[in-house]
């Protein structure tokens, strides 16, 4: 059975996000246990996002905005994304997606349907995502959303599910939330539509 031995947590950072240093052992497959590690977590707390989809249409709807991890990519710090943000106290992954639906695309979704829960990127971060597809109707989003206080610029973008796959396929779309949505609702395409027609 897989174990860990923690021999000292510390707090090394805390500001927008938390860094925490593990000095610690684990079990290893061949049996025995690991040399002591030194590592750092970032600690951010979880995530929901929802891709929302407009079946009689067939649109998604998107969102563009800044991001300080994509500074000195070669396409830009400005990322296309499905619609996420982070778990409040008490909220649950279905709260987030339905308030963050309204900040940042201006208009709700429904009828939510679980895709996965996955770790963001767990040999740095305790990050993890609940991943949803919501039903919307696309028409009425649109603009420059966010919440100014939190200093969002979010720009609002109606698409073609096509347009959408055809985005993916060239490389334009580098949000891992929003490629792992746009596979698995091109695989459940049909499905969905006829779930929600």
């Known amino acids: 059975m897989n174990q860990i031995e923690i021999l000292e947590k510390k707090n090394c950072y805390e500001g927008f996000f938390k860094l925490v240093r593990y ?27 929802v891709l929302p989809y407009d079946p009689i249409r067939d649109q998604v709807v998107m969102i563009e905005q ?18 996420a943000g982070i778990l409040e106290a008490g909220e649950t992954p279905s709260d987030v997606v339905h308030r963050e639906a309204v900040e940042e695309m201006g208009c709700p979704v429904s009828d939510i349907i679980h895709i996965c829960d996955f770790f963001v990127s767990p ?3 305790n990050e993890t995502t609940a991943l949803f597809c919501g ?8 603009g420059i959303q966010g919440i100014v206080s939190e200093n969002e610029d979010i720009q609002v973008h109606t698409l073609s599910f096509s347009t ?6 060239t490389g334009k779309i580098h949000f891992a939330p929003a490629i792992i949505a746009l596979q698995w609702l091109a695989l459940h395409r049909d ?3 006829a779930r929600w027609s």
């Open 23 to 49: 000095r610690l052992k684990h079990t290893l497959f061949a049996g025995g246990w690991s040399r002591e590690l030194l590592r750092e977590v970032l600690e951010r707390g979880h995530a929901a996002a």
């Open 66 to 83: 800044f991001r300080p991890g994509a500074i000195g990519h070669a396409n830009g710090a400005w990322l296309w994304e499905i619609v």
């Open 123 to 125: 040999g740095s971060t």
């Open 135 to 142: 039903r919307v109707n696309a028409t009425q989003a649109g």
């Open 164 to 169: 959408a796959l055809e985005r993916l396929q």
């Open 191 to 193: 499905e969905v539509r």
